[in-house]
């Protein structure tokens, strides 16, 4: 069985500072992990994704994310936030290398403070 | 076309009838997936296809769902005699293979049943 915990369902943050979006994964198989962002009124967008290669994954934006095995985790981080980046963003594991069955996270709202 | 285009956008229907969403997948594409989000939480699978075939419908919830793709390239995800609880976002995505991780997320349709 595979499952994602988002550790905050609302981080707010002052623009130009910096980014932390926490996940935590289990998974009985080697993950693939994902950070997808969802802007109102917009579909689902790919941030960047890890599949057993480099652990730290650079993504879209200034995003990046580190997969972590001993700790489960893979957080996304961005050094300087930016008002744009305002949106809720989602992390994402699926098994076996595919886009079958993508389990989701609840969800992370980050709110960008002027 | 350039993305994932999903019909319509929104969608009120009164309670006990029965509705279809549509999506056209990008162009090439093998797999198309099915998912309902629900408010304040992630996306959760419902279905997938590669070309013409439903590879797995485990994730539909009883037997009023009903999904296909008759020619490999547009779905159909039909609800029968809606309830309520139906009310979600309905969302497409499509990969270039079951075996490709990547996958392309449509804007969604908005369903709410009265």
């Known amino acids: 069985a595979q499952s994602v915990t988002q550790l905050d369902s609302h981080v707010s943050v002052s623009e130009g500072t910096p980014v932390l979006l926490r996940c935590n994964y289990s998974s009985s198989y080697s993950p693939s992990l994902f950070w997808y962002v969802q802007h109102p009124n917009k579909g689902l967008q790919l941030l960047l994704k890890y599949t057993s290669a480099a652990t730290l994954v650079k993504g879209i934006n200034g995003f990046e994310a580190e997969f972590k095995k001993s700790e489960t985790s893979f957080h996304l981080t961005k050094p300087s936030a930016h008002m744009s980046d305002a949106a809720e963003y989602f992390c994402?594991?699926?098994?076996?290398?595919?886009?079958?069955?993508?389990?989701f996270g609840s969800g992370t709202q980050l709110t960008v403070l002027p | 076309g350039a993305g994932v285009s999903q019909s319509p956008r929104y969608k009120v229907t009164k309670r006990g009838q029965d509705v279809a969403l549509r999506c056209d997948p990008i162009s090439g594409h093998v797999s198309l997936y099915w998912y309902r989000q629900a408010l304040g939480q992630g996306p959760e699978f419902l279905t997938y296809f590669n070309y013409e075939a439903q590879q797995d419908k485990s994730g539909l919830p009883n037997d009023r769902f009903s999904a296909e793709r008759p020619e490999g390239s547009i779905s159909t995800l039909t609800i029968q005699r809606t309830e309520q609880r139906d009310s979600a976002m309905y969302r497409c995505?499509?990969?270039?293979?079951?075996?490709?991780?990547?996958?392309?997320f449509g804007q969604g349709t908005r369903l709410t049943v009265v």
């Open positions: 995505a499509s990969s270039l293979g079951s075996g490709n991780t990547e996958a392309f």
């Open positions: 994402v594991v699926t098994w076996g290398g595919s886009a079958r069955q993508l389990t």
